[in-house]
């Protein structure tokens, strides 16, 4: 699950005075016990921090990707908060006016990610996961937007999209169409991606009409679980910066992008979680959401930044993509 993969941007390296004055606006005169950087985003820089008098740890995040991202999440939370499990938003800088960057402070959330579970887990205890997972799935999509689109200032659609199957595959094969993406790939594979892309576009009509929330970024890395007696509950979604208005299926395409490694119990778990909460999902969405992460699969191998692992991995879900049409 992303193992190995490059990240897009260096982490930034702050000492302790730049954080006790990025801290000072929420915690005024609060020396720093201990500050740690988080090594799990590959884009924006975020710090642990103990306070000086406080048990309880704070995240300072820096937006080093997208400035403008800042503003987005901190308008998500207000939307959502109270109906999906994150982390709460104790202070924002959206201007940057501190070190020169927009960064949010926000309390820390204990939990277990989930791909640390998904490596451990078996069973019954796969199957809740699942459930818990979905179920935040459905509360994000329970929030819905007039069109698609990427959003603006306060969540208003600055950039639409068209329908689904017509941005999808205008999207994807604009990709093919780009050397690198074809460099990578290889003449073979890119060509059989084509015929399937043409030949199976029209299985995204079923998927129109349905526009929410989408996070955008919906992996297991960014979601964090708890025990809670004998089932496991999210304790918080995390990294919103990607989130637009579309149809909920391109999370749930993310969410299952190594389905070839994941039990079959936990896929399940999160098809009841998420239709047992008032999603909806259409008779092939597999197939659906198989072809939805062509979108993020082929925009990777377009970051001429970014190889290695990265490259090897996600030509590897490509071609158990198109491999995956033949048995499906």
């Not at 402070?105 to 078996?122: F, H, I, M, P, Q």
């Not at 179920?135 to 329908?163: K, Y």
């Not at 998927?207 to 929410?212: D, K, L, N, P, W």
């Not at 008032?278 to 992460?293: H, K, V």
């Amino acid at each position: 699950m992303q193992q190995g993969w490059e990240r897009r941007h260096p982490q930034l390296m702050l000492d302790n005075a730049t954080l006790v004055e990025m801290l000072a606006p929420v915690f005024p005169g609060k020396a720093i016990a201990t500050a740690e950087a988080l090594s799990g985003g590959l884009a924006n820089t975020n710090y642990k921090v103990t306070l000086a008098g406080r048990n309880e740890p704070v995240v300072v995040r820096i937006y080093t990707r997208e400035p403008e991202a800042c503003q987005k999440e901190l308008d998500i939370y207000h939307l959502v908060h109270e109906r999906v499990r994150m982390a709460e938003v104790l202070y924002a800088d959206v201007e940057g006016r501190i070190g020169g960057r927009p960064y949010m402070v926000t309390g820390w959330v204990d939990g277990v990610k989930l791909d640390a579970l998904l490596e451990n887990g078996s069973g019954i205890e796969t199957r809740s996961v699942g459930n818990a997972v979905g179920e935040t799935l459905a509360a994000i999509a329970s929030f819905h937007f007039p069109q698609a689109g990427f959003f603006g200032p306060e969540l208003r659609i600055a950039v639409p999209f068209d329908g689904v199957r017509a941005s999808w595959q205008g999207y994807v094969e604009g990709m093919l169409s780009e050397t690198l993406v074809q460099e990578r790939l290889g003449k073979e594979l890119a060509l059989r991606l084509q015929r399937l892309i043409r030949k199976h576009a029209a299985l995204l009509d079923s998927a129109e009409g349905r526009v929410s929330l989408v996070h955008g970024d919906y992996k297991a890395q960014n979601l964090l679980l708890r025990r809670t007696g004998e089932a496991w509950e999210m304790a918080a979604a995390l990294d919103w910066e990607f989130a637009t208005a579309e149809t909920i299926l391109y999370d749930l395409a993310i969410l299952l992008r190594y389905r070839a490694t994941l039990s079959p119990e936990f896929e399940a778990g999160v098809v009841e979680g998420f239709c047992g909460n008032g999603g909806y999902l259409p008779m092939e969405w597999s197939n659906i959401t198989r072809l939805l992460d062509l979108v993020n699969l082929l925009t990777f191998l377009n970051m001429p930044e970014r190889g290695g692992a990265m490259v090897d991995d996600v030509t590897r879900l490509v071609r158990a993509t198109v491999a995956d049409f033949v048995t499906a």
